[in-house]
Protein backbone atom coordinates (compact mmCIF):
# COMPACT_ATOMS: atom_id res chain seq x y z
CA UNK A 1 0.00 0.00 0.00
CA UNK A 2 3.25 2.04 0.60
CA UNK A 3 6.08 2.07 -2.00
CA UNK A 4 9.39 3.29 -1.08
CA UNK A 5 12.20 3.65 -4.00
CA UNK A 6 16.00 3.81 -3.07
CA UNK A 7 18.52 5.73 -5.09
CA UNK A 8 21.73 7.39 -5.14
CA UNK A 9 24.09 4.76 -4.28
CA UNK A 10 27.37 3.71 -5.94
CA UNK A 11 30.94 3.41 -5.32
CA UNK A 12 32.43 6.03 -3.52
CA UNK A 13 35.89 6.39 -2.32
CA UNK A 14 36.71 6.78 1.91
CA UNK A 15 36.35 10.68 2.57
CA UNK A 16 33.88 11.12 -0.34
CA UNK A 17 30.33 11.43 0.06
CA UNK A 18 26.58 10.67 -1.68
CA UNK A 19 23.35 11.37 -0.83
CA UNK A 20 20.29 9.04 -0.76
CA UNK A 21 16.93 9.76 -1.73
CA UNK A 22 13.89 7.81 -1.13
CA UNK A 23 10.45 8.69 -2.88
CA UNK A 24 7.15 7.73 -1.23
CA UNK A 25 4.16 6.63 -2.95
CA UNK A 26 0.83 5.63 -2.40
CA UNK A 27 -0.70 5.93 0.83
CA UNK A 28 0.99 8.55 2.26
CA UNK A 29 -0.53 8.19 6.29
CA UNK A 30 2.18 5.04 6.98
CA UNK A 31 5.35 7.77 6.48
CA UNK A 32 4.97 9.86 9.40
CA UNK A 33 8.54 8.45 11.03
CA UNK A 34 10.87 7.64 8.05
CA UNK A 35 14.10 5.81 8.55
CA UNK A 36 17.35 4.94 6.92
CA UNK A 37 18.66 1.15 7.56
CA UNK A 38 22.03 -0.63 6.36
CA UNK A 39 23.16 -3.86 5.99
CA UNK A 40 26.63 -5.06 5.86
CA UNK A 41 27.70 -8.99 4.26
CA UNK A 42 27.12 -11.11 7.81
CA UNK A 43 25.73 -8.17 9.65
CA UNK A 44 22.14 -8.06 10.60
CA UNK A 45 20.22 -4.76 9.48
CA UNK A 46 21.36 -1.83 11.72
CA UNK A 47 19.69 1.48 12.16
CA UNK A 48 21.30 4.41 10.72
CA UNK A 49 18.94 7.22 10.86
CA UNK A 50 15.35 8.86 11.71
CA UNK A 51 13.10 11.39 11.12
CA UNK A 52 9.36 12.05 12.30
CA UNK A 53 9.35 15.51 14.11
CA UNK A 54 13.33 15.67 14.44
CA UNK A 55 16.42 13.47 13.69
CA UNK A 56 18.03 10.71 15.57
CA UNK A 57 21.59 9.28 14.33
CA UNK A 58 23.11 6.22 15.15
CA UNK A 59 26.43 7.30 17.02
CA UNK A 60 28.46 5.44 13.84
CA UNK A 61 27.29 7.68 11.89
CA UNK A 62 26.21 11.57 14.04
CA UNK A 63 28.76 14.54 12.35
CA UNK A 64 28.65 12.66 9.14
CA UNK A 65 25.71 11.67 8.10
CA UNK A 66 22.32 13.90 7.96
CA UNK A 67 18.66 12.91 7.15
CA UNK A 68 16.25 15.38 5.56
CA UNK A 69 13.08 15.18 4.27
CA UNK A 70 10.77 17.56 1.73
CA UNK A 71 7.49 16.71 2.43
CA UNK A 72 5.94 18.24 -0.41
CA UNK A 73 7.78 16.01 -2.69
CA UNK A 74 7.40 12.79 -0.24
CA UNK A 75 10.76 12.24 -0.15
CA UNK A 76 13.67 11.39 2.52
CA UNK A 77 17.41 11.89 2.12
CA UNK A 78 20.55 11.07 3.26
CA UNK A 79 23.38 13.47 3.43
CA UNK A 80 26.77 11.17 3.84
CA UNK A 81 29.71 12.92 4.43
CA UNK A 82 33.39 11.92 5.45
CA UNK A 83 32.21 8.72 4.30
CA UNK A 84 34.57 5.23 5.49
CA UNK A 85 35.10 1.69 3.90
CA UNK A 86 32.88 0.55 7.11
CA UNK A 87 30.13 2.46 6.02
CA UNK A 88 30.01 -0.17 2.67
CA UNK A 89 26.49 -1.94 3.08
CA UNK A 90 22.98 -2.11 0.99
CA UNK A 91 20.92 1.03 2.57
CA UNK A 92 17.29 0.58 3.11
CA UNK A 93 14.96 3.48 3.65
CA UNK A 94 11.77 1.87 6.05
CA UNK A 95 8.66 3.53 7.44
CA UNK A 96 6.20 3.31 10.01
CA UNK A 97 2.66 5.08 11.06
CA UNK A 98 3.33 7.19 14.30
CA UNK A 99 5.98 9.25 14.72
CA UNK A 100 8.67 7.95 16.44
CA UNK A 101 12.57 8.92 17.37
CA UNK A 102 15.63 7.39 18.69
CA UNK A 103 16.73 4.02 17.65
CA UNK A 104 14.87 2.06 15.70
CA UNK A 105 14.66 -1.88 14.91
CA UNK A 106 13.75 -3.41 11.77
CA UNK A 107 10.51 -5.11 13.32
CA UNK A 108 9.21 -2.12 13.92
CA UNK A 109 8.68 -0.81 10.50
CA UNK A 110 5.72 -1.30 8.38
CA UNK A 111 7.24 -0.50 4.82
CA UNK A 112 10.45 -1.23 3.23
CA UNK A 113 12.06 -0.23 -0.02
CA UNK A 114 14.85 -2.72 -1.81
CA UNK A 115 17.72 -1.38 -0.68
CA UNK A 116 20.58 0.57 -2.51
CA UNK A 117 23.84 -0.82 -2.58
CA UNK A 118 26.72 2.01 -1.09
CA UNK A 119 30.18 0.64 -1.35
CA UNK A 120 33.67 3.01 0.21
CA UNK A 121 36.46 1.82 -0.97
CA UNK A 122 40.12 2.56 0.58
Known amino acids: QVQLVESGGGLVQAGGSLRLSCAAS????????MAWFRQAPGKGREFVAS?????SYADSVKGRFTISRDNAKKTVYLQMNSLKPEDTAVYYC??????????????????WGKGTLVTVSS
Open 26 to 33: GRTFSVDT
Open 94 to 111: ASKAGYYTGDLVPPLMDY
Open 51 to 55: FSWTA
